[in-house]
Nanobody, 116 residues
Framework: VQLVESGGGLVQPGGSLRLSCAGS????????MSWYRQAPGKERELVAG????????NYVDSVKGRFTISRDNAKNTLYLQMNSLKPEDTAVYYC??????????WGQGTQVTVSS
């Protein structure tokens, strides 16, 4: 099983990034997928989640209206479109997959830095 994130980088405040997470080795469409983030000195927090079919999503209040989670099950890929980025969005972003019997997988993370 692999989850490989990409798309992180350095962006100015107000800018945009799109993160991707490519899954392999499991039935991607059967798994609830989420994005988490962890800033230095802080606990890992849930940013957004999406059901297997993509029919339902949820977001932490601090990103509502700015971030959009989506998935393409044909490509086994999860996305996070991040707009109007703020310095407080700076963190390592992780992809997470949870399936039946609470089988859970994590990616290695991708760094997002918002700074002028």
């Amino acid at each position: 099983v692999q989850l490989v994130e990409s798309g992180g980088g350095l962006v100015q405040p107000g800018g945009s990034l799109r993160l991707s997470c490519a899954g392999s080795g499991f039935t991607f469409s059967s798994y609830h997928m989420s994005w988490y983030r962890q800033a230095p000195g802080k606990e890992r927090e849930l940013v957004a989640g999406i059901t297997g079919t993509g029919g339902h999503t949820n977001y932490v209040d601090s990103v509502k209206g700015r971030f959009t989670i989506s998935r393409d099950n044909a490509k086994n890929t999860l996305y996070l479109q991040m707009n109007s980025l703020k310095p407080e969005d700076t963190a390592v972003y992780y992809c997470n997959a949870v399936g039946l019997l609470l089988l859970e997988y994590w990616g290695q993370g991708t760094q997002v830095t918002v700074s002028s």
